[in-house]
């Protein structure tokens, strides 16, 4: 495509330049034949379309970057799909034979350490350091697990503040409050505290730690904020 463009540019100035000459020509007292005039007037048309040509080319470009960005998207998108659906062929596996598989715990952060909020509103905690995830029921990228089993659930999450008390999470079982962690008055401290459920889930409940609203929670490697649940017994 690159050498197509150089010969077509080639051949345009090309006749430019012969165009010139014949004007030239004219100048010094010749005089341009009908068909000379029209070959002039069809190079500089040529050369418009040589210029929309070269635009659309770079428009074409951009097209192509952004195809292959798309397709990229789309086989990562596919690799995530085809290792879910091993999961939960697994799972349905297991479940057919009456032993179900399903455990997650997970810490708050990746690497790095700081504040987590505070948030104007109520926010689910996004656990994004997964230690395991049997059964691919707890989804990092919300921080929320669901059900894929009926069953008997434990749930457990531990919270940790460094700083001045205000600290509030909540354990929540769709839009139902379950229990709850404080740490609101102790003063300027390291505070650590913990909580834990064992409740009955239906397919598609969710269950994830809420921040209260304008309360915050801190961390670094030591992973003091965790999220963990695993599935007791199937009914």
Partial sequence: MQKDKVLRMKVVLLMLSLCLILSGAQGEGASLSNSQVETCSF??????????????????????????????????????????????KTLKKDIAAGQPKVAFSAALRTSGSGYIGPFNTHTPLQYKRVFSNFGSGYNAATGVFTAMVKGVYYFRYTMFYNGNANAVVVLMKNEEFLVSTWDATSGSSEDSASNAAIVQLEVGDNVFARLSANRRVYDDGGNYNTFSGFLLFIN
């Fill in 43 to 88: 190079i500089s048309e040529l050369a418009v379309l040589k210029e929309k040509l070269n635009t659309m080319d770079q428009k074409l470009g951009v097209v192509e970057t952004r195809l292959q960005v798309s397709e990229s998207q789309v086989e990562e998108l596919k690799s995530v799909n085809k290792a879910q659906e091993e999961e939960l």
